[in-house]
């Protein structure tokens, strides 16, 4: 029997380049290898491209920090359609256990969250929460990081003319936080 497979050519031609010899069977995001092997797969349109930018950089700067927390990117980048797309290890999620949750906050808090960068607090190019566009840059100090993030946000937010309250209680926290932070300074 046949397994059926959807696999869109553009990441059908990138599974066979990092196994020549296999087949590939499933559905994205979830494609399996005829030799086993299991892979998280994603494409998507020209207009997000620069989602994708951001997708596959955060993956990596995870898998910097923090060896095995996230997916590792095996290949990533735009096809002849300009297509984006990447294909990484397929991590299987589920409900964690009070050891496993444990074990993840201790990682998060003393790898990921201890990793320092040479350029300061942010990242190198925009990411997204959902489809809201965060500009990014590099900052000196971790609150002018935070408060930038959260001016995005906020800015959009409003342009929408959405979430009023939200957004007011967003720049009152942003207040606080930098108000504060420059007086620990």
């Known amino acids: 029997m046949t397994k ?13 380049l990092i196994e020549p010899h296999a087949e590939f069977n499933g559905f994205p995001p979830r494609v ?17 491209k620069e989602q994708y930018i951001g997708e596959v950089e955060s993956l990596k700067a995870i898998d910097a920090a923090a060896p095995g927390l996230a997916p590792r990117v095996i290949s990533s980048g735009v096809g002849d359609a300009n297509q984006p797309f990447f294909v990484s290890e397929y991590k299987d999620l589920h409900r964690l256990g009070e050891a496993s949750a444990k074990a993840l906050a201790t990682r998060l808090a003393l790898e990921l ?7 300061g607090f ?5 990411t997204y929460c959902g489809v809201t566009r965060l500009r990014n840059g590099w900052f000196h100090r971790w609150d002018e990081c935070y408060d930038s993030m959260m001016g995005d946000l906020v800015m959009q937010l409003r342009a929408k003319r959405a979430h009023d309250e ?3 209680l967003t720049d009152q926290v942003r207040q606080r936080l930098v108000r504060s932070s420059r007086k620990s300074v």
């Open 122 to 126: 942010g990242f190198h190019v925009p």
């Open 166 to 168: 939200l957004c007011n």
């Open 32 to 48: 399996q290898s005829s030799s086993g092997a299991i892979y998280f797969v994603k494409c998507g349109t020209s207009a997000e």
């Open 4 to 16: 059926r497979s959807s696999v869109p050519p553009v990441l059908l031609e990138q599974l066979k």
């Open 113 to 119: 969250h201890a990793y320092g960068s040479e350029e």
